[in-house]
Nanobody, 120 residues
Framework: QVQLVESGGGLVQPGGSLRLSCTAS????????MGWYRQAPGKQRELVATISGDGSTNLADAVKGRFTISMDNAKNTVYLQMNSLNPEDTAVYLCNADLQDTPWRRTIFWGQGTQVTVSS
């Protein structure tokens, strides 16, 4: 069974930076898309950024110019570099992957989530 393991969340002051990472394991055949969503208390889950296996990216308007998403295909790992963080970025960030663990099975997986808190 594929698992997504996230790391990198924490508490940061406004204007600061954090880098999230998410690794899919153990056995991955093909990654179609990996990305990050976030959910703040009392709000719906929203897309932050996604990256496809061919490297094309999609970022939410709220994070464009501040966040960067990248992927290391050899490590099956996606990164989210978050700069110029503000309190509105506070949320649980969840990793998402659309992948095949075998040639005949394609499934969407979610990580457990990592808390990002932006506060002075």
């Amino acid at each position: 069974q594929v698992q997504l393991v996230e790391s990198g969340g924490g508490l940061v002051q406004p204007g600061g930076s954090l880098r999230l990472s998410c690794t899919a394991s153990p056995s991955i055949f093909t990654i179609w898309t990996m990305g990050w969503y976030r959910q703040a208390p009392g709000k719906q889950r929203e897309l932050v950024a996604t990256i496809s296996g061919d490297g094309s990216t999609n970022l939410a308007d709220a994070v464009k110019g501040r966040f960067t998403i990248s992927m290391d295909n050899a490590k099956n790992t996606v990164y989210l570099q978050m700069n110029s963080l503000n309190p509105e970025d506070t949320a649980v960030y969840l990793c998402n992957a659309d992948l095949q663990d075998t040639p005949w099975r394609r499934t969407i997986f979610w990580g457990q989530g990592t808390q990002v808190t932006v506060s002075s």
